[in-house]
């Protein structure tokens, strides 16, 4: 069975920091891996996804993850936060199956 | 398009009632599925469907019941709703079965 562990509820960082938020999966075949964001009192957006080819995956608003099957994780990253990155991130991972499977979501804060 | 579209926004029931949460898409996709979304928990799955006519139960399906007469619509319908039940519900829609998955803007729903 697919499952997926966010590491962190919430995550904490000033402006102009680096973002890291970890995303570890597990699958029996290989997976589709998403990142998805929700601004307050909305649906979810796609941020970037990973299907097959190259490991590392650049998304919109300046953020990129990267694959690596030996650690079974998908960590989403960007080089300097924004005011407009607070927000919540969630993971999700698709296997061959029609589910599609979320993590239970990271609450990313941003200082000034 | 229009995307995914949910009705109502917002929703108040009492402890027995019924109702039926609307979703609809345009965009001619075959993958429909409703999820709910609790503090701390992510998004579950509640129940999925493939095209229309076939339906299927994600991981929390109980008190919940869907039909998928056209390609376009999802409702979801609570036959006799509880407290436990309150919550933010979302409807998706993606074209395949790893393809992105598209969001609409949620249903909030309070139950007394």
């Known amino acids: 069975a697919q499952s997926v562990t966010q590491l962190g509820s919430h995550v904490s960082v000033s402006e102009g920091a680096l973002v890291l938020l970890r995303c570890n999966y597990s699958s029996s075949v290989p997976p589709y891996l998403f990142w998805y964001v929700q601004y307050p009192n909305q649906g979810l957006q796609l941020l970037l996804k990973?299907?097959?080819?190259?490991?590392l995956v650049k998304g919109i608003n300046g953020f990129e993850a990267e694959f690596k099957k030996s650690e079974t994780s998908f960590h989403l990253t960007k080089p300097s936060a924004h005011m407009s990155d607070a927000a919540e991130y969630f993971c999700?991972?698709?296997?061959?199956?029609?589910?599609?499977?979320f993590g239970s979501g990271t609450r990313l804060l941003v200082r000034p | 398009n229009a995307g995914v579209t949910q009705t109502p926004k917002f929703q108040v029931l009492k402890t027995g009632q019924s109702m039926t949460l609307q979703c609809a898409q345009d965009m001619n996709h075959e993958y429909m599925s409703w999820y709910r979304q609790d503090p701390g928990m992510g998004l579950r799955l509640i129940h999925y469907s493939v095209g229309a006519g076939i339906t299927d139960q994600g991981e929390v399906p109980n008190g919940y019941n869907v039909s998928r007469s056209t390609t376009e619509d999802f409702p979801l319908r609570l036959l006799s709703a509880a407290p436990s039940q309150t919550s933010v519900y979302f409807c998706?829609?993606?074209?395949?079965?790893?393809?992105?998955?598209?969001f609409g803007p949620g249903t909030r729903l309070l139950v007394l």
């Open positions: 998706a829609s993606r074209r395949t079965g790893r393809e992105t998955q598209y």
């Open positions: 999700a991972v698709s296997d061959s199956s029609y589910k599609l499977i």
């Open positions: 990973y299907t097959t080819g190259a490991t």
